[in-house]
T-cell receptor
């Protein structure tokens, strides 16, 4: 397996524009997580899905953020409209079905810069 | 709110010394714990997992878990400059779905 695949790796956009980040989890994993990492706040969990269903979105900072998982092999995180304070590295991670004996595998991340 | 707390560091140790990283967690129902290493500009990668009280050794790494004290630690023996990174402690919450991460401890190993 190629691991968790995120795209794009880097994104530079202007304030007010819509940004869509994409993630393909590891095949067979049934939990998917979106994290945001900044120097100030560390690694923050934004939302996670189990079996394609959003379980906990309490980490989503504002209504400008939305996430979808239309099937087991694809998820998106959308920011509309984007703001400079959204600049961060966004990680997607997936986890296998054995909840008591598994760990999260991370994608390479998307570095988002909003100018 | 369930939390994992770590000292942010930086922790600086000389090459060849033992580096000791610690964290505490708030969710008493957590049963699975992990240490991830993150190099600058890279994604976190798992280096150790521990599920039972006591020590677990893997090469130069030893993870220690004390559920009564809600305490997890990572010892790195014979530290190398290549060990310089941020180490993230994580706990799987009671429901078993969500991994909660600490803010990470930055480790510098001086040659």
């Amino acid at each position: 397996d190629a691991g968790v695949i995120q795209s794009p790796r880097h994104e530079v956009t202007e304030m007010g524009q819509e940004v869509t980040l994409r993630c393909k989890p590891i095949s067979g994993h049934n939990s998917l997580f979106w994290y945001r990492q900044t120097m100030m706040r560390g690694l923050e969990l934004l939302i996670y899905f189990n079996n394609n269903v959003p379980i906990d979105d309490s980490g989503m900072p504002e209504d400008r953020f939305s996430a979808k998982m239309p099937n087991a092999s694809f998820s998106t995180l959308k920011i509309q409209p984007s703001e400079p304070r959204d600049s961060a590295v966004y990680f997607c991670a997936s986890q296998g079905p054995l909840a008591s004996d598994t760990e999260a595998f991370f994608g390479q991340g998307t570095r988002l810069t909003v100018v | 709110q369930k939390e994992v707390e770590q000292n942010s560091g930086p922790l600086s140790v000389p090459e060849g010394a033992i580096a000791s990283l610690n964290c505490t967690y708030s969710d008493r129902g957590s049963q699975s714990f992990f240490w991830y290493r993150q190099y600058s500009g890279k994604s976190p990668e798992l280096i150790m997992s521990i599920y039972s009280n006591g020590d677990k050794e893997d090469g130069r790494f030893t993870a220690q878990l004390n559920k009564a004290s809600q305490y997890v630690s990572l010892l790195i023996r014979d530290s190398q400059p290549s060990d310089s990174a941020t180490y993230l402690c994580a706990a799987l919450d009671t429901g078993g779905f969500k991994t909660i991460f600490g803010a990470g401890t930055r480790l510098f190993v001086k040659a």
